[in-house]
C-alpha cells in the first residue's frame, strides 16, 4: 500500500456520515484522527453546539491541530444566493458569522449551495455569479473561501454547467466548485463534463457512491460507500487527476443503515474505501 504522502490526494471525514450515532464535534474530531483521516468537514451546526456546551473555538482549534487534522472544508446554509434583498443580506450575515468561527477552528473553506433557491423556478445565473462574487469578496476578507456548491435535487444549480458559467462569471481569483458523486448523477450530468474542469478551480470532492436505481428514486439515504455503487469513480478520478486536481477527497454519506452500525467501523471502511480507490488509480 502507498504511504500516505505519496497518496495525491488527502483524505477527509463529512461528520454527516456519523450523523446517527449522534457523536459530540470533538468525538468526531478524536474518531477521525485514530482512524488515519487528514481533515475533517465539520457542520456549523456542530461548532455552534460546541459553543453552547460552553466550547471555547481556540481549545477546538488547538484539539483539531494536536491530533494532526486540518479543517478542509465545513458545511453551512446561509441563503446567499436568494433574489430577494433583505434575506439575502440577512445570509450574507449569517455566512460572516460562520466563517469567523470556521476561521477561529483552523478552517480553510465552506460549502456555499443554493440554499433558498432551491426550489424557485428560475434563477438568473449572471445575478448567481454577482452574488457569488460577493460571498467571494466577504470570504477573502475573513480568509475563508466560500465553495460554490452543486445541489442535485435543486431547480438551480444542479448542473456542472450551470456551476461552473457562474463560477466563471464571478470573477474572481477564490472562485471554485464543490462537486459531489452523487449529485452531480442526481443532477443529470454527465461525468464527461469533467474534462473541461481545471483542477484549480476544485479543492475538495465529497465523495460517495449510489445504487442502480433512476435517479427519481435516489435520495440522499441511498449514497454508499465509495466503490460499493455503480458510479464510475475510478474514471472520475482519473478524470479530475489528470486535470491537475491534487485536494481533498471528503467522505459524505447520509445512509440510515450505517448509522446503526459502530461510528468507527463506519469511518474506518469509507476511509478505506477511499485508499483503495486511489491506490488503484496510482497503479493504473
Known amino acids: 500500500m502507498p504511504e500516505e504522502s505519496k497518496r495525491p490526494l488527502r483524505f477527509c471525514f463529512n461528520t454527516s456520515t456519523i450523523r446517527g450515532q449522534k457523536l459530540k464535534l470533538e468525538e468526531s474530531v478524536d474518531l477521525a484522527a485514530r482512524v488515519g483521516y487528514q481533515g475533517i468537514e465539520p457542520w456549523m451546526e456542530e461548532i455552534t453546539d460546541y459553543r453552547q456546551r460552553g466550547g471555547q473555538l481556540g481549545e477546538l482549534s488547538r484539539r483539531i491541530r494536536d491530533a494532526g487534522l486540518t479543517v478542509d472544508s465545513a458545511i453551512g446554509f446561509a441563503p446567499w444566493i436568494v433574489d430577494d434583498p433583505t434575506a439575502r443580506a440577512k445570509g450574507l450575515d449569517e455566512m460572516r458569522r ?64 450551470e456551476v461552473l458559467y457562474v463560477a466563471a462569471e464571478a470573477a474572481h481569483p477564490n472562485a471554485c466548485v464543490l462537486l459531489d458523486v452523487y449529485h452531480l448523477h442526481k443532477g443529470g450530468s454527465d461525468f464527461a463534463g469533467l474534462n473541461i474542469l481545471h483542477g484549480g478551480a476544485m479543492h475538495v470532492l465529497h465523495m460517495n457512491d449510489y445504487p442502480a436505481l433512476d435517479r427519481a428514486d435516489l435520495t440522499d439515504a441511498s449514497r454508499v460507500f465509495p466503490g460499493h455503487g455503480v458510479a464510475p469513480i475510478e474514471q472520475i478520478l482519473r478524470t479530475l487527476v489528470q486535470r491537475g486536481f491534487c485536494g481533498t477527497l471528503s467522505l459524505e454519506l447520509f445512509n440510515p443503515s450505517y448509522w446503526e452500525m459502530d461510528a468507527e467501523t463506519v469511518a474506518r471502511t469509507g476511509l478505506d474505501c477511499m485508499h483503495a480507490l486511489v491506490d488503484r488509480l496510482a497503479g493504473s
Request: hydrophobic share 45%; charged share 25%.
Open 98 to 161: 460562520d466563517m469567523d468561527s470556521l476561521r477561529e477552528i483552523g478552517g480553510l473553506r465552506i460549502a456555499a449551495p443554493p440554499v433558498g433557491a432551491a426550489e424557485q423556478d428560475f434563477l438568473d445565473l449572471n445575478c448567481a455569479a454577482d452574488r457569488y462574487r460577493a460571498l467571494l469578496e466577504l470570504g477573502a476578507a475573513c480568509d475563508v473561501v466560500p465553495q460554490l456548491e452543486l445541489w442535485g435535487f435543486s431547480k438551480q444549480l444542479r448542473r456542472l454547467g
